[in-house]
């Protein structure tokens, strides 16, 4: 494809259940970068992957949640017993590589808990 | 933290007037990027400038770094209504390690 893209674009759910958030990159990026986003407020950096290299998971808020990047790809975003302060814009990024490379954004998943 | 600071938070300013928006930083950098927000979605990447570049010229975009400061500036002129958006700085330090974006500016421009 032409850019980063993520799906779902909207999500709704119930807190206490759990959510995945996809994110496909632009082909040959080695980097892949998961960012929130709350109302009218800066991004926060959750975690970034890079290459076969472990991935850097410094920003994850709390256990409840996780990212898998599969095959150097495609990553999914799990957010486990979500919560209403959980609710947020999920923007994933990617980068030809992590050494200071220019970002591109996808349109990202705006999270709702009810 | 290493993260950036924009100021100011937000500006309002007339069609055809100049907007500029600065970013600061507490620790060295190798670059620093530029990007803008439409309505909360993707960022958009504007301009990247190098620790050894103290200015460089995109368009209507001019972006200056002092590195002595820590600081860079975005100037937008000749603003138009479209340019409204937030803009967010972005530092990169070193080595395999994530860019740091600030807290943003959000620009309104007023037609």
């Known amino acids: 494809g032409a850019g980063v893209s993520q799906s779902p674009s909207n999500k709704v759910t119930e807190k206490g259940k759990d959510v995945e958030l996809r994110c496909d990159p632009i082909?040959?990026?080695?980097?892949l970068y998961w960012y929130r986003q709350s109302l009218g407020q800066g991004l926060e950096f959750l975690i970034y992957f890079q290459g076969n290299s472990a991935p850097d998971k410094s920003g994850l808020p709390s256990d409840r949640f996780s990212a898998e990047r599969t095959g150097g790809s495609v990553s999914t975003l799990t957010i486990q017993r979500t919560q209403q302060e959980d609710s947020a814009v999920y923007l994933c990024?990617?980068?030809?590589?992590?050494?200071?490379?220019?970002?591109?954004f996808g349109p990202g998943t705006r999270l709702t808990v009810t | 933290s290493q993260q950036g600071e924009e100021d100011p938070q937000a500006l309002s300013i007339q069609e055809g007037e100049n907007a500029t928006m600065n970013c600061s930083y507490k620790?060295?950098?190798?670059?620093l990027q530029w990007y803008r927000q439409n309505s909360g979605r993707g960022l958009v990447h504007l301009i990247l400038?190098?620790?050894?570049?103290r200015e460089k010229h995109s368009g209507r975009l001019r972006v200056t770094l002092d590195t002595s400061k820590k600081s860079s500036s975005l100037l937008i002129t000749a603003s138009r209504a479209a340019d409204t958006a937030s803009y967010f700085c972005a530092t990169y330090h070193s080595g395999n390690t994530p860019l740091v974006f600030g807290k943003g500016t959000r620009l309104s421009v007023i037609a």
């Open positions: 082909s040959g990026h080695t980097a």
């Open positions: 400038i190098r620790s050894n570049e």
């Open positions: 990024a990617s980068s030809l590589g992590a050494q200071g490379y220019e970002q591109y």
């Open positions: 620790t060295s950098i190798n670059n």
